[in-house]
């Protein structure tokens, strides 16, 4: 189960709209080995594409070091879709690197009221994909 502060929970979801058309992605951070999202990373999708994230290389090197200089690990890795369900698709999967991260898709397909709005969780380990439950509390 994952457990996020509405705070986080908002965050995530206005940057997932404010990002449309394109997706959205960003990271979690929390402390190595708690299992706990505190501090929020929105990064640029340097893809700039509305049916593709990609998170820059450099950043990405820049953020690891910077969880790593803080004992921190990706909790939570969040990235949005623009025209389909909360659900990873091939690509997310086969981009699926840390095993212990709570990989978080929002649907932002509602925009235009164009379908429900989705915020889902998944776990993703060797290619298999596994639901999770969502649960958002007070802050802490």
């Keep these: 189960m994952l457990t996020l502060t509405q705070d986080l929970y908002d965050r995530i979801v206005a ?4 990002d449309h058309p394109d997706e959205a992605c960003g990271v979690v951070a929390g402390p190595a080995g ?8 929105p990064m ?7 049916t593709f994230y990609e998170f820059d290389s450099a950043d990405l090197l820049r953020l690891y070091r910077e969880m790593d200089d803080r004992d921190e690990e990706p909790v ?11 659900y990873p698709s091939r690509t997310d999967v086969s981009y699926a690197n840390e095993p212990g991260a709570h990989y ?9 009221g164009a379908g429900p709005f989705q ?5 993703i380990v060797d290619g ?4 999770e439950e969502v649960r958002v509390v007070d802050a802490r």
Excluded: G, M, Q, W
Excluded at 76 to 83: D, E, L, P
Excluded at 104 to 112: G, H, I, N, R
């Design 128 to 131: 298999v994909i596994t639901e």
């Design 76 to 86: 939570v890795i969040y990235h949005s879709h623009t025209a389909t369900e909360a």
């Design 15 to 18: 940057h997932a709209r404010a």
């Design 34 to 41: 708690s299992d706990r999202p505190e501090r929020f990373i």
């Design 119 to 123: 915020f889902r969780s998944f776990r």
């Design 104 to 112: 978080v898709l929002v649907s932002t397909a509602d925009k235009d």
């Design 44 to 50: 640029l999708n340097a893809a700039r594409s509305p």
